[in-house]
């Protein structure tokens, strides 16, 4: 059974910075793929970023291009997201997901984190 456990959540005054860490728990082959989403009160859940460790390719949001940055270790099992210049409206609680291979082939499963909350107070 794989799970995610994320950490590096806080309260932290505009243009802080703070970095989450999600880890990867149990045994799998490897990791695919990782993004980091966020839901904000009120609102939609938004991609925030996604990292294909295979091409080794980024995507961002339009809202956090030149800010934030996904990242991945994979000797460490653990992705992160690095955000500079924080704004009020970055305050969301964030979520990571993966996509992990259990066993060399082309299946895999999809993991989600369990939240953690990002506060940015202006």
């Known amino acids: 059974q794989v799970q995610l456990a994320e950490s590096g959540g806080g309260l932290v005054q505009t243009g802080g910075s703070l970095r989450l860490s999600c880890k990867a728990y149990?045994?799998?082959?490897?990791?695919?793929?990782v993004a980091w989403y966020r839901r904000a009160p009120g609102k939609e859940r938004e991609l925030v970023a996604n990292?294909?460790?295979?091409?080794?390719?980024?995507t961002y949001a339009d809202s956090v291009q030149g800010r934030f940055t996904i990242s991945i270790d994979t000797a460490k099992n653990t992705m992160y997201l690095q955000m500079n210049d924080l704004k009020p409206e970055d305050t969301a609680v964030y979520y990571c997901?993966?996509?992990?291979?259990?066993?060399?082939?082309?299946?895999?499963?999809?993991?989600w984190g369990q939240g953690t909350q990002v506060t940015v107070s202006s």
């Open positions: 990292l294909n460790t295979g091409r080794q390719t980024t």
């Open positions: 997901y993966a996509w992990i291979s259990i066993v060399e082939g082309p299946a895999e499963s999809d993991y």
């Open positions: 149990g045994s799998f082959y490897r990791i695919n793929a």
